[in-house]
């Protein structure tokens, strides 16, 4: 099993910038893909990155390719979100989560392990 305890969410303006960091527990935490998601008032949970094992591969959703970087450093069981040129619409509780499943994944189903969330508020 892996616990997971984001960090580094607040409030921002417009074209702004924040590092999320998703600490886990446990020895293996290599073996699992991470990502993240957010929830905005109102709406349902959404993919947002995702990112393989070993860190050479990553995912992004659209809303977010380019602005966002998912990152990782297995020595420290540790994932990061770099968010850059935020927007209002990227307000949101933001989840990192562990997926045991096969790359790529970035269906909700497929992760098992979730954090508790952290918010990100975005000011106009």
């Known amino acids: 099993q892996v616990q997971l305890v984001e960090s580094g969410g607040g409030l921002v303006q417009a074209g702004g910038s924040l590092r999320l960091s998703c600490a886990a527990s446990?020895?293996?935490?290599?073996?699992?893909?991470m990502g993240w998601f957010r929830q905005a008032p109102g709406k349902t949970r959404e993919f947002v990155a995702a990112?393989?094992?070993?860190?050479?591969?990553?995912r992004y959703a659209d809303s977010v390719k380019g602005r966002f970087t998912i990152s990782r450093d297995n020595a420290k069981n540790t994932v990061y979100l770099q968010m850059n040129s935020l927007k209002p619409e990227d307000t949101a509780v933001y989840y990192c989560a562990a997926s045991s499943r096969g790359w790529p994944t970035m269906t909700q189903a497929s992760y098992g392990y979730w954090g508790q969330g952290t918010q990100v508020t975005v000011s106009s």
């Open positions: 446990g020895r293996t935490f290599s073996s699992y893909i």
């Open positions: 990112i393989s094992r070993s860190g050479g591969n990553t």
